[in-house]
């Protein structure tokens, strides 16, 4: 009888046990869907969908299916912090994805460190995210936002020659964690954290390294400025040659943008940190957004091959299947949380096992002969969660494409650059 | 001299704009009650209805205004027909209307971002993007249309108030609403029709809007502190104080961006009215709440 009960036991345990293999793997992501980061956001759930998608098209992950549970978070800071409790204490989720944004990304990672996820992060370059000691953050694109800078600074010294070189420039940039991260960068501020201590000293700057003299300087507040053509009128008064603009949004480029064309405002140059959205070129035209730079971490002519469900899968694959689900092209804000859930499958393909700690220990354990594959190129971390070795890519709007111009040594098909900026 | 009178210029071209959104507000308000919470997020539809006709039929934003001002007067005549209208002898109407427009307001941003996505909208017809320029004075062509156009509206709405008879009713029903239904005056359909025109307003400035600034549909709650500062600073009921009250704080912020900086210049908003509500509650035009 007792051997009966135990047999019966066994079996049920068993069962339950082959029941619990082939339970999906659940992921959580709260995303800004709605609000200031819509635009953003919302291609974040295109990127993250597809890629969850692809992998379970190809027979999931360890043999089960992903479940993406995604969130709008209304690009609130509240509302993403009890978005990513839910997951983790209520849905009881496997992985988390990161969100958008650093203002959001910065409280979040703490919850989530808190609880022992790997926090990938698409989209949060404050270097002040990294510095508060949290075990596995890890960045999925090229390198803190202070650091930005040194691709502008690469721009303006091997691209363009000694005597059309503007010297005088205007830092505009919205009062947003990540545009007064790159802000610190080129001004050459000192980084505290908020609870004080400082994170780096980055004097003297990228545009003063680049022998700029920095003539003007304003910031606008993160919700609710509307007052364009003041901004702009007064960066035409201070007859700045380059034009810095840091915008938190594709939104804001656009309306800085148009700004500076209805009041004539011709720099030889104009830098934004945003704008490689296909919003952008709509809501400027492409006679305007002829000559504009802008950063990027992705672009479609770069030949990176990732990996997916344990095959090769390319930045063009990323493409085609990109345009085949949606009907249309991706820009960074899709590729970005792909590449992020790339790196996540891997991780977890490495680590054999959802054990967030493996997976961290996986993911640190990456070296650049041996680095994590996503469409957005290698990846390899410092201990603080930063890439190494990855240069920001300078995009230039020529014609009503985005051309790829610096770095010129790291691939083919790099377009030469249009400069001085036409005018408006 | 030709820096102040620049600033002077962007600020009177931006507050002709800021008077045409808020003014529906304020009329919606002056006769029936309702702070109308909702009323940026259906600028935002009619700044959509443009852009879809410009986008797909070349239409020119000035030329959609018609069309969005009508579609919009329609949804503002259903919206009080099933929200408002039951609840409108309630003695909490208007403490119940903050609620029920909060929710519209989440309805018609929902329904925007379902319908075409929440991804970032501006028209660009070239006046949007040129300017006039005298010497080193320059007026933004399509903000000075749109604060020109904003103007003819208000004023042919200041008329309609003034000389015809469904004007007399809607003035005496925000005068005094028992007086008005006493003296025979059908209330019901003056609020009917007085909330249809304040959402048709809304649908003419979204029009204005969608040249003006970008937008996509959680915009509107950027602009709902902006314009109910605007109307409680002209006076909550009164559209003559609302387009003073929109002029006078377009210009203050105009300057406070210019030189104090631009941190500053949206915080004007906000700082009008919190003083607003502490020294003159009513306003500059507004009546002084009776006490019982």
Redesign the interface.
């Known amino acids: 009888m007792i051997r009966t009960i135990t047999l019966c036991a066994v079996a049920a345990l068993g069962l339950s046990a082959g029941a619990h293999a082939a339970d999906p793997i659940k992921i959580g992501a709260s995303l800004p869907l709605t609000g200031n980061f819509s635009v953003s956001g919302e291609k974040h759930e295109k990127g993250y969908q597809l890629c969850v998608d692809l992998i379970n098209e190809k027979g999931g992950l360890l043999g089960r299916e992903l479940d993406l549970i995604i969130s709008d978070n209304r690009s609130d800071i509240g509302t993403a912090l009890s978005q990513y409790e839910r997951f983790i204490n209520v849905d009881d989720v496997d992985l988390v994805f990161g969100t958008f944004s650093s203002k959001l990304t910065f409280p979040i990672s703490a919850v989530l460190a808190k609880n022992g996820m790997v926090h990938p992060i698409p989209a949060g370059g404050a270097l002040r995210i990294y510095t508060q000691g949290h075990d596995n953050i890890f960045y999925f694109q090229q390198n803190a936002a202070e650091y930005i800078g040194s691709s502008v600074e690469g721009v303006l010294k091997n691209l363009v020659d000694e005597g059309e070189r503007p010297s005088k420039a205007a830092l505009v940039h919205a009062d947003d964690f990540f545009a007064n991260a790159i802000a610190a960068g080129l001004l050459g501020q000192k980084v505290t954290d908020p609870g004080g201590g400082e994170v780096a000293d980055l004097s003297p700057g990228y545009l003063a390294d680049a022998g700029m003299e920095v003539v003007y300087t304003e910031k606008w507040p993160e919700e609710g400025f509307s007052d364009w053509l003041n901004l702009a009128n007064s960066i035409k008064n201070s007859g700045a040659d380059l034009v810095v603009g840091l915008t938190a949004s594709a939104e804001e480029a656009v309306q800085l943008t148009r700004a500076l064309k209805t009041v004539r405002a011709n720099p030889k140059m104009l830098y934004l940190s945003q704008g490689t959205q296909a919003e952008y070129l709509e809501g400027v035209g492409a006679d305007a957004a002829q000559g504009t730079l802008v950063h990027t971490s992705w672009h479609e002519a770069v030949p990176f091959v990732g990996q997916l469900a344990g095959e090769d899968f390319s930045n063009q694959d990323f493409q085609e299947a990109f345009e085949a689900k949606y009907g249309n092209k991706p820009d960074e804000d899709s590729a970005i949380p792909f590449a992020v859930c790339q790196g996540m499958e891997q991780a977890v393909i490495g680590a054999n096992s959802t054990d967030n700690a493996k997976m961290g220990e996986w993911l640190y354990a990456r070296t650049k002969e041996d680095p994590a594959r996503t469409v957005l190129g290698p990846f390899s971390w410092n201990d603080v969660g930063l890439p190494v070795d990855r240069p920001f890519l300078i995009a230039q709007w020529q014609n009503g494409q985005l051309k790829f111009v610096y770095p010129t040594d790291e691939f083919e098909g790099v377009s030469d650059l249009v400069h001085p900026k036409p005018e408006w | 001299m030709g820096?102040t009178l620049?600033?002077l210029i962007?600020g009177l071209c931006?507050g002709g704009v800021y008077a045409l959104m808020a003014c529906g507000l304020s009329l919606v308000f002056g006769v029936m009650r309702i702070v109308n919470l909702a009323h940026p997020s259906l600028i935002i539809a009619g700044a959509f209805i443009s852009y879809w006709c410009f986008t797909l039929f070349g239409i020119d934003p000035i030329l959609s205004l018609p069309i969005s001002a009508a579609i919009l007067f329609v949804i503002g005549l259903i919206l009080y027909k099933l929200v408002f209208e039951k609840e409108a002898r309630s003695a909490k109407y208007s403490e119940m209307t903050v609620l029920l427009t909060f929710a519209v307001a989440m309805v018609v941003?929902?329904a925007l971002?379902a319908m075409f996505?929440?991804?970032?909208?501006?028209t660009?017809p070239d006046y949007?993007?040129?300017?006039f320029?005298f010497g080193t004075i320059?007026l933004?062509k399509?903000?000075l249309y749109a604060g020109l156009i904003s103007i003819a509206i208000i004023i042919g709405l200041v008329a309609f108030l003034r000389y015809t008879r469904l004007g007399y009713a809607i003035r005496a029903t925000s005068q005094n609403r028992a007086a008005a239904e006493l003296l025979g005056v059908n209330v019901n359909f003056v609020s009917l029709i007085s909330f249809g025109i304040g959402v048709g307003l809304a649908g003419a400035a979204g029009s204005l809007v969608s040249f003006v600034?970008?937008f996509?549909?959680?915009k509107h709650?950027?602009?709902i502190?902006?314009l109910m500062s605007l109307v409680v600073l002209g006076g909550m009921g009164s559209v003559q104080g609302t387009v003073i009250g929109a002029f006078l704080l377009a210009v203050i912020?105009?300057f406070v961006?210019?030189y104090a900086?631009?941190?500053w210049?949206?915080?004007t908003?906000f700082v009008a009215l919190f003083v607003i509500l502490l020294v003159r509650p009513q306003g500059l035009f507004g009546e002084k709440p009776e006490h019982v």
């Open positions: 820096h620049q600033i962007l931006l941003d929902g971002g996505s929440n991804t970032q909208r501006v660009s949007a993007t040129d300017a320029f320059f933004p399509g903000q600034f970008s996509f549909p959680a709650w950027e602009w502190a902006i912020s105009a961006g210019a900086g631009a941190t210049s949206t915080m908003f």
